[in-house]
Nanobody, 124 residues
Framework: QVQLVESGGGLVQAGGSLRLSCVAS????????MGWFRQAPGKEREFVVA????????YYVESVKGRFTISRDNAKNTVVLQMNSLKPEDTAVYYC?????????????????WGQGTQVTVSS
C-alpha cells in the first residue's frame, strides 16, 4: 500500500503563489506516474497535471499551463506542485494521486492511490 500526504495549501491573494508537496510512504513511488487533481465546491474532481515516473513527461490542463509546474524527487518519494499567478478559480481541494504505471494518467480511474487533499483558497 501507498500512503500519500499533501501539504502546503492555504489562503493566498490572487496573483500569489503556493507550493504543494506530496510525500509518499509505505512503498516507493519511483516507478509510478503521479498526478494532481482538484475539486472545487459543488464540482467534480478534475485533472490538473501529471508527471511520468522519471519526470521526463508532463501534461497540464490548459487552464494552468504557464502558471503551475510539477516536479518530483524520487529519492525523497516526493512530488511538488508549484503554483504561481493564482486565480480565484484555482480555489479547490488539491489531491495528489499515484498511478501504478510508468506513463501519464489523465482520469481519476487511472490512479490507484490518493491523498486526503489540501485546501487552496485564492481571494480576489
Amino acid at each position: 500500500q501507498v500512503q500519500l500526504v499533501e501539504s502546503g495549501g492555504g489562503l493566498v491573494q490572487a496573483g500569489g503563489s503556493l507550493r504543494l508537496s506530496c510525500v509518499a510512504s509505505g512503498r516507493t513511488v519511483s516507478m509510478y506516474a503521479m498526478g494532481w487533481f482538484r475539486q472545487a465546491p459543488g464540482k467534480e474532481r478534475e485533472f490538473v497535471v501529471a508527471i511520468s515516473w522519471n519526470g521526463d513527461s508532463t501534461y497540464y490542463v490548459e487552464s494552468v499551463k504557464g502558471r503551475f509546474t510539477i516536479s518530483r524527487d524520487n529519492a525523497k518519494n516526493t512530488v511538488v506542485l508549484q503554483m504561481n499567478s493564482l486565480k480565484p478559480e484555482d480555489t479547490a481541494v488539491y489531491y495528489c494521486a499515484a498511478r501504478q504505471d510508468y506513463g501519464l494518467g489523465f482520469t481519476r480511474i487511472e490512479y490507484d492511490y490518493w491523498g486526503q487533499g489540501t485546501q487552496v483558497t485564492v481571494s480576489s
